[in-house]
């Protein structure tokens, strides 16, 4: 006689996920304080209260217990470089130095297969370490490290997007692309786009170092492969903002110059946007164009503050960035430590639950991905997260006493990080679990 196989597994814990957000709809949380998730398969089969689902699970199937703990939807960084993660931390007064001085002699190093291929594996562990499933994701200009990321993500069966970075100007020789550079890109989506769960983001670096023909022909690839990714920097640092206005004067703003190329659209992810004006911002709206909100890179450079106010007056699509290695903590809960402190920096409020919106399902709206990842709807990919309120002595004393759900996320925000990961899943294995 054979016994029927389950490939069900099922999570007790307090649960957290969104189905809108929190800042324009007062019924987008879903919140359950003894829940239970159901995995089928690796994706979600169900999502809600322990007592209503628990009669639901085939025989047999013993729910992991995770009471005490919390459990979200796994964080969704919209803005890093992994070639930069040896040069966290580098001092440098400002962006343009800091690139000249670190970036561009630490990416040079990525023409080297097992070095690229070393620091994707170091890279994916931390990223998991900190409880982020899914990262949007620069690699230098070299094909090889686009392979090297993505053999490494592949190998792991984890959702990531990446891309080679463009750039044919105003660089170091032993960083200029060569013409054809497009071309390599265009080989590397038929490589990857949509290989298991890896995607492509074409990306040219930044409008300082594209030339016009370079724009254009970029401008061209992303047409031509429309459901693939766009990612790029814009309007991050003053000297950078005149420089693209000295280079580009016929436009009307920074922004203006990617839109101009055709560089705008759905699944386009626009780094930083601190001095974007108004105009700037409809224009994100009106061609479904997002912005990566990067709050420690943008305290530690000195580039500016982010003005979510405004960019919410425009309804403009926001996810969050850590930005590494200008960014200075791999940590989501980190970066939400920041931006909370950004945005009350400029006379702006931000709730604990809409960084953690904007974490999760923010982000995968942002990237066009809601269904797939983000929340906990029946049938997106199982990624999630086991947050220990308990972790150090300092939040395990905090969330002793508590007189709301925002208090304990705040809390969590506030004073978490790595530590804070219990454990880490991935299309419904566990992939990282803390040391005890
Ligand atoms: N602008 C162009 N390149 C970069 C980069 O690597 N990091 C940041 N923060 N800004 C950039
Ligand atoms: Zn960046």
């Not at 709206?365 to 990842?373: C, H, K, P, Q, Y």
Request: aromatic share 10%.
């Amino acid at each position: 006689m054979s016994i029927a196989q389950t490939n069900v597994q099922a999570y007790r814990a307090s649960l957290l996920h969104f189905h809108g957000d929190p800042a324009f709809d007062s019924e987008a949380r879903a919140w359950h304080e003894d829940g239970l998730l159901v995995v089928e398969d690796g994706r979600i089969k169900a999502a809600g209260d322990y007592a209503a689902l628990i009669g639901s699970l085939p025989p047999g199937v013993v729910p992991h217990d995770y009471r005490g703990q919390l459990i979200t939807p796994g964080f969704i960084d919209t803005h890093l470089h992994y070639p930069q993660t040896d040069m966290v931390a580098s001092p440098s007064p400002g962006l343009l130095p800091w690139l000249e001085t670190y970036t561009f002699p630490t990416e040079r190093r990525f023409e080297d297969p097992a070095h690229a291929r070393a620091t994707a594996e170091f890279f994916l562990d931390e990223l998991l370490r900190c409880g982020t499933t899914t990262a949007v994701v620069y690699c230098t200009v070299h094909p090889q490290s686009v392979d090297a990321f993505f053999d490494a993500s592949e190998a792991r069966n984890l959702r990531m997007v990446a891309g080679k970075v463009l750039m044919d100007r105003h660089c170091p020789d032993f960083l200029r692309d060569l013409e054809g550079s497009v071309g390599t890109s265009a080989d590397l989506i038929e490589k990857w786009h949509k290989r298991g769960r890896q995607l492509y983001a074409i990306t040219p670096r930044f409008a300082p170092t594209s030339t016009d023909a370079q724009l254009r022909a970029t401008a061209e690839l992303a047409q031509a492969y429309p459901d693939t990714f766009i990612q790029t920097h814009v309007s991050e640092n003053k000297d950078e903002c005149k420089w693209v206005g000295e280079l580009h004067p016929q436009a009307r703003s920074y922004l203006d110059v990617y839109e101009r190329f055709g560089l705008m659209r759905p699944r386009a992810l626009f780094g930083h946007c601190i001095w974007l004006d108004d105009e700037d911002f409809a224009r994100m709206t009106a061609t479904g164009s997002a912005a990566a909100v990067c709050p420690t890179s943008n305290l530690f450079l000195g580039s500016g503050l982010f003005d979510f106010d405004k960019a919410d007056s425009a309804r403009t699509q926001l996810s969050l960035g850590t930005d590494v290695g200008a960014g200075t903590s791999f940590s989501m809960l980190q970066t939400m430590n920041e931006a909370y402190k950004v945005a009350r920096l400029k006379g702006s409020y931000l709730p604990a639950e809409r960084m953690f919106y904007l974490a999760t399902l923010g982000a995968a709206r942002a990237m066009g991905l809601e269904g797939t990842i983000g929340n906990f709807q029946p049938g997106a990919e199982a990624d999630f997260v086991v947050l220990d309120p308990t972790c150090t002595p300092l939040l395990a004393r905090r969330t002793r006493q508590l007189d709301s759900l925002e208090e304990l996320l705040f809390a969590l925000a506030l004073l978490g990080d790595d530590r804070t990961i219990r454990a880490t899943y991935s299309a419904g294995m566990q992939v990282h679990a803390r040391a005890a």
